[in-house]
């Protein structure tokens, strides 16, 4: 057939072994990233409960203080690095994207 390039659009099999190697990669990495925020929020979590806890048995009459506190600390940390979370994924994602083009 004239006009035809000889090879079907770059997908040889180096080409698609290269795509599955960097999805895996880029799973793997998401993954560490996603423990590493998981375990920060906790360490966070237990900090804040802790310090709430504390003034709650010096001031019982604060208890409502503290919970406003404590829920108004997680909910926004947590909104913070769910953002941070999707705002990298998103970056990895376009290196990968730019590294796989030969753009990197």
């Keep these: ?42 360490i966070f979590a237990v900090i804040v409960v802790s310090a709430a806890s504390a003034v709650i048995g010096i001031t019982p009459g604060a208890w409502v203080y503290m919970l406003a506190w404590v829920g108004s600390s997680l909910l926004g940390t947590a909104a913070i690095l769910w953002w941070l979370y999707l705002a990298r994924g998103t970056s990895r994602y376009a290196d990968a994207g730019r590294e796989l083009l030969g753009g990197k």
């Design 1 to 42: 057939m004239e006009g035809r390039p000889a090879t079907n659009g770059g997908n040889n099999l180096s080409t698609v072994s290269v795509r599955v190697e960097k999805a895996h990669e880029l799973v793997e990495r998401l993954a560490v990233r996603r423990r590493f925020y998981r375990g920060g929020f906790f």
